[in-house]
């Protein structure tokens, strides 16, 4: 497929996960991709799996205002227009709220919220100029509560509802709005848990299809959404999970 040929696509959090996976993935239905993420050599290593001369990696962090401006004025500068904004850069914070410290929480909202947002407001003058598109990276925590992440669960509630905001705000315009809601997936963020196998039936328990996500599925799901195959979606926070938010919670009995 090559639903994205002369698109720039944006994405952050690109050096490992989702992020990487999403990257391959766009580069190869034929978008030029950039790819964003603190550090160089992750970038890097991701950019290589790309054709090359194409594509452009820039080391940012989303959760400073800044430096999130100067990408964006680079990405503008160097292809001239952006089509697709992927925010995808995360990181997760365990713990309850009283154990959890404050440099903590502000750590994990600089990243997971207020990255989302400077990304958002300083891309949407280019994607409302295309008729673009932007996709979140939520998660099925911000759906519905977990023990021990309320903090995590906080930032990616509010990543869900400003996803429907900005759906409402920008339809008229033109530019979609979607956010992609990933369950268990087998990331950086799950390694402490790769090798439990008890924990892994855990979650295994609650998985109708029995099985982890890995990152590719997570990325067919996000190039769907920008593609103009989800041309009449927007709003939409979609469970990419195995059917975990199926459930109503309930224990099974037999």
């Not at 903090?151 to 869900?160: E, I, L, P, S």
Request: proline content about 3%; some cysteine; hydrophobic content about 40%.
């Amino acid at each position: 497929m090559t639903r994205f040929t002369h698109k720039i696509v944006v994405i952050t959090g690109a050096g490992s996960g989702i992020g990487a996976a999403t990257a391959q993935r766009f580069a190869s239905e034929g978008a030029t991709v950039v790819l964003v993420g603190r550090t160089r050599e992750k970038l890097d290593k991701i950019l290589d799996t790309l054709e090359q001369g194409r594509h452009l990696a820039v080391p940012c962090d989303v959760g400073d205002a800044e430096q999130v401006k100067s990408l964006a004025e680079k990405v503008i500068s160097t292809f001239g227009r952006v089509d697709v904004l992927v925010n995808n850069a995360g990181t997760v914070v365990q713990g309850k709220a009283h154990e959890v410290s404050v440099e903590d929480w502000k750590s994990l909202m600089n990243t997971n919220l207020d990255g989302v947002f400077y990304c958002t407001h300083y891309f949407m003058p280019a994607l409302l100029k295309t008729q673009g598109n932007v996709v979140n990276t939520s998660s099925v925590s911000g759906l519905g509560g977990d023990w021990g992440m309320s903090v995590y669960n906080a930032a990616k509630g509010a990543v869900t509802n400003f996803t429907r905001a900005l759906a409402m705000d920008y339809g008229a315009d033109g530019v979609r709005v979607n956010a992609v809601c990933p369950g268990f997936t087998l990331t950086d963020m799950a390694d402490e848990i790769k090798d439990d196998k008890a924990l892994l039936n855990k979650f295994y328990d609650r998985i109708p299809l029995r099985k982890a996500g890995q990152p590719e599925e997570i990325a067919s799901a996000i190039a769907f959404l920008a593609s103009h195959d989800a041309r009449y979606i927007t709003g939409v926070n979609l469970p990419v999970d195995g059917g975990l938010t199926a459930s109503n919670g309930q224990p099974k009995q037999a």
